[in-house]
């Protein structure tokens, strides 16, 4: 079973920077495409940023320009970078990746979250 683990998360001003790492073990994610969610007070979940295996990228509107994904097969981690940050970023931000090795028995990896809390 797959396992994801954020890190990174933490207290930042408005115009600062993080980098979120999210560690997987239990299988490699290699040829997995691996998203980057976040979840703010009384909102739904968003989809903020995908890479493919392929290493294509895309990302939410409200963080093109100011956000990076990237991957490191070797580490078997994923990260997001995130740079000019707005008080709108706070949130709990989630790593995810389906697992389909068995696409009978597939299923959803969800990190445990990471707190990103941007001050104004």
């Known amino acids: 079973q797959v396992q994801l683990v954020e890190s990174g998360g933490g207290l930042v001003k408005a115009g600062g920077s993080l980098r979120l790492s999210c560690a997987a073990s239990g299988g490699r994610i290699g040829r997995n495409d691996m998203d980057w969610y976040r979840q703010a007070p009384g909102k739904q979940r968003e989809l903020v940023a995908s890479i493919t295996g392929g290493g294509i990228t895309n990302y939410a509107d409200s963080v093109k320009g100011r956000f990076t994904i990237s991957r490191d097969g070797a580490k078997n981690t994923v990260y997001l970078q995130m740079n000019s940050l707005k008080p709108e970023d706070t949130a709990v931000y989630y790593c995810?990746?389906?697992?389909?090795?068995?696409?009978?028995?597939?299923?959803?990896?969800w990190g445990q979250g990471t707190q990103v809390t941007v001050s104004s």
């Open positions: 995810h990746t389906r697992i389909a090795v068995v696409i009978e028995a597939q299923y959803d990896a």
